[in-house]
Nanobody, 122 residues
Framework: QVQLVESGGGLVQAGGSLRLSCAASGRTFSRYTMGWFRQAPGKEREFVATIIRSGGSTRYADSVKGRFTISRDNAKNTVYLQMNSLKPEDTAVYYC???????????????WGQGTQVTVSS
């Protein structure tokens, strides 16, 4: 069992930056691929980024490639999402999740956080 708690969301102007954190409980964090997903108002939740257990490989949605960076610190049981050059269309609730392998399908993620709101004003 892994419990995930996101933090770092907030209100930022377009072009600004935010760094989200996701702290995991338990001693098995390093066994999981970690992902970030987001859900905008009136839309389905979508994949944002994922990082394998070692941190050596990452994948991004095309909409955030070059602007967002996912990273992890296994010693701190934490995964991060650095978001730069934010746009109003990045406004959403951002969720972190844990999966047994690198996948982008939400169905393969076993554990989810409660989400953190990111609002980008124009």
């Amino acid at each position: 069992q892994v419990q995930l708690v996101e933090s770092g969301g907030g209100l930022v102007q377009a072009g600004g930056s935010l760094r989200l954190s996701c702290a995991a409980s338990g001693r098995t964090f390093s066994r999981y691929t970690m992902g970030w997903f987001r859900q905008a108002p009136g839309k389905e939740r979508e994949f944002v980024a994922t990082i394998i257990r070692s941190g050596g490989s990452t994948r991004y949605a095309d909409s955030v490639k070059g602007r967002f960076t996912i990273s992890r610190d296994n010693a701190k049981n934490t995964v991060y999402l650095q978001m730069n050059s934010l746009k109003p269309e990045d406004t959403a609730v951002y969720y972190c999740a844990a999966a047994p392998r690198m996948v982008v399908s939400q169905a393969s993620y076993d554990f989810w956080g409660q989400g953190t709101q990111v609002t980008v004003s124009s």
